[in-house]
């Protein structure tokens, strides 16, 4: 099983950026993003089930950031938008077999892209 996962960037604070993440090996039941900032703890972003009838995101992020998969094959996006300085981190995908609520507990990480947003 790989992710991989691309699509960082410097970009300006109001900007917008997408993320991708290419997912082989098996299938999923849920996917998720995380991200880890400089000196702090990896985060929680946002996560889907599979075939996104449920998804989920952090307060910091929701109405700017959308998680969202193509149905044609395995991969996975985030869509940021009004992007901020403390969005400025490294962002990992991630992927589970099952669905779980706010869970942190993934079998499967992407590699990390990094995303800086300059103000």
């Known amino acids: 099983v790989q992710l991989q996962a691309s699509g960082g960037g410097l970009v300006q604070a109001g900007d917008s950026l997408r993320l991708s993440c290419v997912a082989s090996?098996?299938?999923?039941?849920?996917y998720a993003w995380f991200r880890q900032a400089p000196g702090k703890e990896r985060e929680f972003v946002a996560a889907s089930s599979w075939r996104g009838e449920k998804k989920e995101y952090a307060d910091s992020v929701k109405g700017r950031f959308t998680i969202s998969r193509d149905n044609r094959d395995n991969t996975m996006y985030l869509r940021m938008n009004s992007l901020k300085p403390e969005d400025t981190a490294v962002y990992y995908c991630a992927a589970r077999a099952d669905w779980a609520p706010r869970s942190t507990i993934y079998a499967w990480w992407g590699q990390g892209t990094l995303v800086t947003v300059s103000s």
């Open positions: 090996g098996r299938t999923f039941g849920a």
